[in-house]
């Protein structure tokens, strides 16, 4: 089994910035992939940025976010600058990895609120 613990939402103005963390830990050979998703009432989870051994972004998010990642702690960062109304959700990390049987397993964290508001 593995754990993501996520960290760093919260409520923030218009123009601001937060940090959001997503460690993994568990039964982990290779962590192949890390991301953030997010969600919103009524609209279906959707990819916010992801790491492997490139990134990629939403189009809505690129040149504010930034994902990067410690590969000797396991975990994913999410820099989110110059944040909008409109990237209130919750956020959702994501991580694909390789147990120690050599199997390809995808899990999710718990979510983390986002809320971006004047």
């Known amino acids: 089994q593995v754990q993501l613990v996520e960290s760093g939402g919260g409520l923030v103005q218009p123009g601001g910035s937060l940090r959001l963390s997503c460690a993994a830990s568990?039964?982990?050979?290779?962590?192949?992939?890390m991301g953030w998703y997010r969600q919103t009432p009524g609209k279906e989870r959707e990819l916010v940025a992801a790491?492997?051994?490139?990134?990629k972004y939403a189009d809505s998010v690129k040149g504010r976010f930034t994902v990067s990642r410690d590969n000797a702690k396991n975990t994913v960062y999410l820099q989110m600058n110059s944040l909008k109304p409109e990237d209130t959700a919750v956020y959702y990390c994501?991580?694909?990895?390789?147990?120690?049987?050599?199997?390809?397993?995808?899990?999710w964290g718990k979510g983390t609120l986002v809320t971006v508001s004047s």
């Open positions: 994501n991580t694909e990895v390789l147990t120690p049987s050599y199997y390809p397993m995808t899990y």
């Open positions: 568990g039964r982990i050979f290779r962590v192949n992939e």
């Open positions: 790491i492997r051994s490139g990134s």
